[in-house]
């Protein structure tokens, strides 16, 4: 168990609606990451949050969004759903959002967009 | 810009045979490595790293790599496979101690035939 909780573990909409996927990081873990992972572009880094404050932005659409909460935890919210919005999205933690520290994933929420 | 590629999507052994997955890096600077693990339906979960303290890293379930610098490589090994060992596994790569962010290879899969 690695520590990192995310919710909903599978989740199924159609297209055009918005969804929010939440992650609760490791205690003690101060930086939060989101990832996409899909059979065609294997695990795509999203966006990164340390302490409240958004750290590093990767190849996130317009229409996705995320934030961190002052108790640390994450929410992503994506809107507009496509069908190649279809993934597993992971969230993973790191202690101090340093590119050398190790992550913790969650097991991640599986999207599926009909 | 940094980049990691494991050769080879999926690799076969045989149960007590020998692991190698290939990972080979570009990076302008030392680069800090990684290998993670997925198992079915679980999040990634880290073997080991390479910081530069020790070309030789040994990481979890009797598994190590080494850092090879003229090859630019970092292939993971095992001298006896288990079947439990059957999952997916990931290289990444970043390039200092600071807020860059992990660049993920695209994942081999090791499958173990008793």
């Known amino acids: 168990d690695s520590g990192v909780t995310q919710t909903p573990k599978h989740l199924i909409t159609a297209t055009g609606q918005r969804v929010t996927l939440r992650c609760s990081p490791r205690?003690?873990?101060?930086?939060v990451y989101w990832y996409q992972q899909s059979l065609d572009q294997g695990l795509q880094f999203l966006i990164q949050?340390?302490?409240?404050?958004?750290?590093a932005k990767g190849n996130i659409l317009e229409r996705f969004s995320a934030q961190q909460f002052p108790d640390l935890h994450s929410e992503l919210n994506l809107s507009s759903l496509e069908l190649g919005d279809s993934a597993l999205y992971f969230c993973a933690s790191s202690v101090d959002g340093r590119s050398n520290s190790p992550l913790h994933f969650g097991n991640g929420t599986r999207l599926t967009v009909t | 810009a940094q980049s990691v590629t494991q050769l080879g999507s999926h690799v076969s052994v045989s149960e007590g045979a020998l692991v190698l997955l290939r990972c080979n890096y570009s990076s302008s600077v030392p680069p800090y490595l990684f290998w993670y693990v997925q198992y079915p339906n679980q999040g990634l979960q880290l073997l080991l790293k390479y910081t530069s303290a020790a070309t030789l890293v040994k990481g979890i379930n009797g598994f190590e790599a080494e850092f090879k610098k003229s090859e630019t490589s970092f292939h993971l090994t095992k001298p006896s496979a288990h079947m439990s060992d059957a999952a997916e596994y990931f290289c990444?790569?970043?390039?200092?101690?600071?807020?860059?962010?992990?660049?993920f290879g695209k994942g081999t899969m090791l499958l173990v035939s008793p």
């Open positions: 949050y340390y302490n409240g404050e958004e750290r």
């Open positions: 205690s003690g873990d101060l930086s």
């Open positions: 990444a790569v970043t390039w200092n101690s600071g807020y860059s962010t992990l660049t």
